[in-house]
Antibody, heavy 122, light 109 residues
Framework: QVQLVESGGGLVKPGGSLRLSCAASGFTFSDYYMSWIRQAPGKGLEWISYISDTSLYTSYADSVKGRFTISRDNAKNSLYLQMDSLRAEDTAVFYC???????????????WGQGALVTVSS | EIVLTQSPATLSLSPGDRATLSCRASQNIRTYLAWYQQKSGQAPRLLIYDASQRATGIPARFSGSGSGTDFTLTISSLEAEDFAVYYCQHRNNWPPRFTFGPGTKVDIK
């Protein structure tokens, strides 16, 4: 069965760095684009980054551009998010999610991980 | 930048009622709209994509409609497990960017 499992969350001080990982299994990882989506405590969903199936294309929300870097290793079925210059407002649960695009269709985010909590506080 | 607005913010209904949730886009997004359900403490679940296509395993009581700027998610007869928060979401083709609406909470009356 399809599984996405995030890891690497935790408590970090403002200005610090953290690297999230997302381990994928149960599907052909290299067929899918991937994204990171976060949810601050008690708030809604915020998409923050995208990476294409081959890593050729990436994109970021304005709120994290220049501070976060998305990457993937298809040989390891893994997705990553390097987060630098963290701020208190980055405190959230971070989800990885997959999407599929093909001729005439684009199915976004049909599977999500369980989420990893990142807390930025001194 | 596309902005999605959802209404109402909260919908108080009883099991068996019909639920109608609205999502409005700030400009024409054709049918590039999805709907998600999120229960407390859980990851979101994809319900509908491309405005009206039910995702795999989603019950037929969930349906989506609309195009352009106005979209609707309808739950024909609410079941106990349907009380949750619902988000609409748009994907921009290029560059790939995704926007979520603020959500509609469906709670028990």
């Amino acid at each position: 069965q399809v599984q996405l499992v995030e890891s690497g969350g935790g408590l970090v001080k403002p200005g610090g760095s953290l690297r999230l990982s997302c381990a994928a299994s149960g599907f052909t990882f290299s067929d899918y684009y991937m994204s990171w989506i976060r949810q601050a405590p008690g708030k809604g969903l915020e998409w923050i980054s995208y990476i294409s199936d081959t890593s050729l294309y990436t994109s970021y929300a304005d709120s994290v551009k220049g501070r976060f870097t998305i990457s993937r290793d298809n040989a390891k079925n893994s997705l990553y998010l390097q987060m630098d210059s963290l701020r208190a407002e980055d405190t959230a649960v971070f989800y990885c999610a997959r999407g599929l695009v093909g001729d005439g269709y684009n199915i976004p985010f049909d599977y999500w991980g369980q989420g990893a909590l990142v807390t930025v506080s001194s | 930048e596309i902005v999605l607005t959802q209404s109402p913010a909260t919908l108080s209904l009883s099991p068996g009622d019909r639920a109608t949730l609205s999502c409005r886009a700030s400009q024409n997004i054709r049918t590039y709209l999805a709907w998600y359900q999120q229960k407390s403490g859980q990851a979101p679940r994809l319900l509908i994509y491309d405005a009206s296509q039910r995702a795999t395993g989603i019950p037929a009581r969930f349906s989506g409609s609309g195009s352009g700027t106005d979209f609707t998610l309808t739950i024909s007869s609410l079941e106990a497990e349907d009380f949750a928060v619902y988000y609409c979401q748009h994907r921009n083709n290029w560059p790939p960017r995704f926007t979520f609406g603020p959500g509609t909470k469906v709670d028990i009356k």
